[in-house]
């Protein structure tokens, strides 16, 4: 299983292709990239989420 800093660190990996891919989309009007990026990076806010859940059940169970 991934630690949490590795969760994190693809989530914001994630969002930032995320967001390049759906800019690109916008700009050349290919709406199928820009729906990928959109799910790219609504992914990526997941990931670094689940990080975040581990971080805090790990601080708790301490």
């Known amino acids: 299983m991934k630690d949490s ?3 994190k660190a693809e989530g914001t990996l994630d ?8 800019g690109y989309g916008k700009v050349t009007g290919d709406e199928e990239t820009e729906a990928e990026g959109k799910n790219q990076n609504t ?3 997941l990931e670094e989420t689940k990080g975040k859940v581990k971080d805090t059940v790990k601080s ?3």
Do not use: A, M, S, Y
């Open 43 to 45: 992914k990526g806010h």
């Open 15 to 22: 969002k930032v292709k995320g967001k390049v891919k759906e």
């Open 5 to 7: 800093k590795q969760d």
């Open 60 to 62: 708790g169970t301490k």
